[in-house]
């Protein structure tokens, strides 16, 4: 089973960029799909960018699309959020979680998680 732990949350003004990684310290990150969601205060979790297991095959929400890059390597365990042009929306607690139901799994089919990384953006 994965094993998950996000890092490189932070405060940063409105425009700037800011880069999210997710060690799995567990069994190989290869036969999983991977998702980033965040979850902003008083708000539901929502998916934020998923990518199928071998790379070739992203997905974004309508809301980052253009402005945040998810990618992957399989061979250090690792899991990128790369986030650019960054609002005071997108202010969330972010997540990194792992499925073998493929990139376009829902929420719901996620059967790991990490335990979340704060980014807060200032306008």
């Known amino acids: 089973q994965l094993q998950l732990v996000e890092s490189g949350g932070g405060l940063v003004q409105a425009g700037e960029s800011l880069t999210l990684s997710c060690r799995n310290k567990?069994?190989?990150?290869?036969?999983?799909?991977m998702g980033w969601f965040r979850r902003a205060p008083g708000e539901e979790r929502e998916f934020v960018a998923s990518?199928?297991?071998?790379?070739?095959?992203?997905n974004y929400a309508d809301s980052v699309k253009g402005r945040f890059t998810i990618s992957r390597d399989n061979a250090k365990n690792m899991v990128y959020l790369q986030m650019s042009s960054l609002k005071p929306e997108d202010t969330a607690a972010y997540y990194c979680?792992?499925?073998?139901?493929?990139?376009?799994?829902?929420?719901?089919?996620?059967?790991?998680w990490g335990q979340g990384t704060q980014v807060t953006v200032s306008s």
């Open positions: 990518i199928s297991w071998s790379g070739a095959m992203t």
């Open positions: 979680a792992g499925t073998l139901g493929g990139p376009r799994a829902t929420i719901t089919e996620y059967d790991y």
């Open positions: 567990g069994t190989p990150l290869s036969p999983y799909a």
